[in-house]
C-alpha cells in the first residue's frame, strides 16, 4: 500500500456520482456531515436529492431505504464504521429485508485515519455484509478503478457497497469484473485484493507464484480461482485481503470444494486490536501486510 495521490477515491466518487444525478433524475445522495462539502455544488443544483441528515447515520440509512421504496437510488455515504457498523440493523432491515437496493459507499479503509483512534477503523465491514445476502463489494485499489465500478451500480437497482480508502496502489489493475493476473507462476496462487496488490507484487518478487487481483470481491470469482489453479503445480492458495483476516476464505473454500488445498489467508488481524495510534504504514507492518510481512508468510507457508 502507498500514500494517497492527487486525485482521490473520494473525490472521484463524488464527481462521478454528481455528473450521474445530472441526467439521472432517480439518483439521491444521503449523507450525515461527511463531504457534505465535496457534494454543495451538486446541493446547489439539486436541492432536494442531496440530503444531510446530520450525526444521525441510523436514519440515514432509514432514509436511504424509504427513498429505495419511493424508487429513487440513494447514494448512501460517510465513514465506514457509521454506515456499516452502527447502522447495521436498519442495512438488515430497511434495505434487505425490504428488498429494496441502495449503493453504499464508505471512506476510511480498515485504518486509513489512525489518528482518529478506534472509532473511525472498520475492517470488519465486508465481514458483516457476507451475513446478509444479495450484496456486490467492491475494494478498489486505485481511484482510476473508481467510476468502472461506481457507474454501473447507480444504474441498477441491486444492492452495493463501494469501500474506498485514501490508500492506493501505484496504477489500476482491474481488467474486468473477475481476477485480473497480475504476475503466473508455478507454486501456488496469490489472491491479492484492492489496495494490497503492490504490496503483494513486491511481497511475491522473485517467487514463482501466480498473482490475481481483485476490486471486486463479492460475487467471488470462483471460477477465475479455479482456472489459475489448474495452472500451478500445488493447489496452495494466499488470501491477502486489506481487511479482517480470513474475510474471504469461505469463497476460495466454495470455489475449491472439489480441489484438495490449503489456504492461507493474512489481513487485519483477528487475535488483537491495535490501540496505538501510529501510521496507516505501521499498522500494516503490525498485522504483516506490509512487502516484508508478506514475503516472509508467503515464504514460509509455500516451503
Same mark, same amino acid.
Given at each position: 500500500?502507498?500514500?494517497?495521490?492527487?486525485?482521490? #477515491?473520494?473525490?472521484?466518487?463524488?464527481?462521478?456520482?454528481?455528473?450521474? #444525478?445530472?441526467?439521472?433524475?432517480?439518483?439521491?445522495?444521503?449523507?450525515?456531515?461527511?463531504?457534505?462539502?465535496?457534494?454543495? =455544488?451538486?446541493?446547489?443544483?439539486?436541492?432536494?436529492?442531496?440530503?444531510?441528515?446530520?450525526?444521525?447515520?441510523? +436514519? #440515514?440509512?432509514?432514509?436511504?431505504?424509504?427513498?429505495?421504496?419511493?424508487? #429513487?437510488? =440513494?447514494?448512501? &455515504?460517510?465513514?465506514?464504521?457509521?454506515?456499516v457498523e452502527r447502522p447495521f440493523e436498519q442495512i438488515?432491515?430497511? +434495505?434487505?429485508?425490504?428488498?429494496?437496493?441502495?449503493?453504499?459507499?464508505? !471512506?476510511?479503509?480498515?485504518?486509513?485515519?489512525?489518528?482518529?483512534?478506534?472509532?473511525?477503523?472498520?475492517?470488519?465491514d465486508v465481514a458483516l455484509f457476507d451475513t446478509l *445476502?444479495?450484496?456486490?463489494?467492491?475494494? =478498489?485499489?486505485?481511484?482510476?478503478?473508481? *467510476?468502472?465500478?461506481?457507474?454501473?451500480?447507480?444504474?441498477?437497482?441491486?444492492?452495493?457497497?463501494?469501500?474506498?480508502?485514501?490508500?492506493?496502489?501505484?496504477?489500476?489493475?482491474?481488467?474486468?469484473?473477475?481476477?485480473?493476473?497480475?504476475?503466473? @507462476?508455478?507454486?501456488?496462487?496469490?489472491?491479492?485484493?484492492?489496495t494490497t496488490a503492490d504490496a503483494v507484487l513486491a @511481497?511475491?518478487?522473485?517467487?514463482?507464484?501466480?498473482? +490475481?487481483?481483485?476490486?471486486?470481491?463479492?460475487?467471488?470469482?470462483?471460477?477465475?480461482?479455479?482456472?489459475? !489453479?489448474?495452472?500451478?503445480?500445488?493447489?496452495?492458495?494466499?488470501?491477502?485481503?486489506?481487511?479482517?483476516?480470513?474475510?474471504?476464505?469461505?469463497?476460495?473454500?466454495?470455489?475449491?470444494?472439489?480441489? =484438495?488445498?490449503?489456504?492461507?489467508?493474512?489481513?487485519?488481524?483477528?487475535?488483537?486490536?491495535?490501540?496505538?495510534?501510529?501510521?496507516?504504514?505501521?499498522?500494516?507492518? +503490525? &498485522?504483516?501486510?506490509?512487502?516484508?510481512?508478506?514475503?516472509?508468510?508467503?515464504?514460509?507457508?509455500?516451503?
Amino acid at each position: 500500500m502507498t500514500s494517497t495521490t492527487t486525485t482521490t #477515491m473520494r473525490e472521484v466518487f463524488a464527481q462521478t456520482v454528481s455528473e450521474a #444525478m445530472d441526467t439521472d433524475p432517480r439518483i439521491a445522495v444521503v449523507l450525515a456531515e461527511i463531504s457534505r462539502d465535496a457534494f454543495a =455544488p451538486t446541493a446547489a443544483r439539486h436541492p432536494d436529492r442531496v440530503i444531510n441528515v446530520g450525526i444521525r447515520e441510523q +436514519l #440515514m440509512v432509514s432514509v436511504g431505504g424509504g427513498l429505495a421504496l419511493s424508487g #429513487m437510488r =440513494p447514494v448512501v &455515504h460517510t465513514y465506514g464504521p457509521f454506515l456499516v457498523e452502527r447502522p447495521f440493523e436498519q442495512i438488515k432491515l430497511d +434495505l434487505g429485508h425490504q428488498d429494496v437496493g441502495a449503493v453504499l459507499v464508505s !471512506i476510511g479503509g480498515s485504518y486509513d485515519d489512525p489518528v482518529w483512534g478506534r472509532t473511525h477503523q472498520v475492517p470488519g465491514d465486508v465481514a458483516l455484509f457476507d451475513t446478509l *445476502p444479495g450484496w456486490t463489494v467492491h475494494t =478498489p485499489g486505485h481511484p482510476a478503478e473508481v *467510476p468502472a465500478l461506481l457507474e454501473p451500480a447507480l444504474a441498477g437497482d441491486d444492492l452495493v457497497y463501494l469501500r474506498l480508502s485514501t490508500r492506493t496502489n501505484t496504477r489500476p489493475y482491474a481488467g474486468g469484473p473477475g481476477f485480473t493476473t497480475l504476475r503466473r @507462476g508455478r507454486r501456488g496462487v496469490v489472491l491479492a485484493v484492492g489496495t494490497t496488490a503492490d504490496a503483494v507484487l513486491a @511481497g511475491t518478487e522473485g517467487q514463482d507464484v501466480t498473482v +490475481l487481483y481483485a476490486a471486486t470481491v463479492r460475487p467471488f470469482d470462483g471460477a477465475g480461482l479455479r482456472a489459475a !489453479i489448474e495452472q500451478v503445480d500445488r493447489p496452495d492458495v494466499v488470501l491477502v485481503e486489506p481487511y479482517l483476516r480470513g474475510t474471504s476464505a469461505l469463497p476460495v473454500s466454495d470455489a475449491l470444494r472439489r480441489q =484438495p488445498h490449503r489456504l492461507l489467508s493474512l489481513g487485519v488481524s483477528r487475535d488483537s486490536e491495535v490501540r496505538a495510534y501510529g501510521t496507516p504504514e505501521q499498522h500494516d507492518v +503490525l &498485522h504483516g501486510l506490509d512487502a516484508g510481512g508478506i514475503a516472509k508468510a508467503v515464504r514460509e507457508f509455500l516451503g
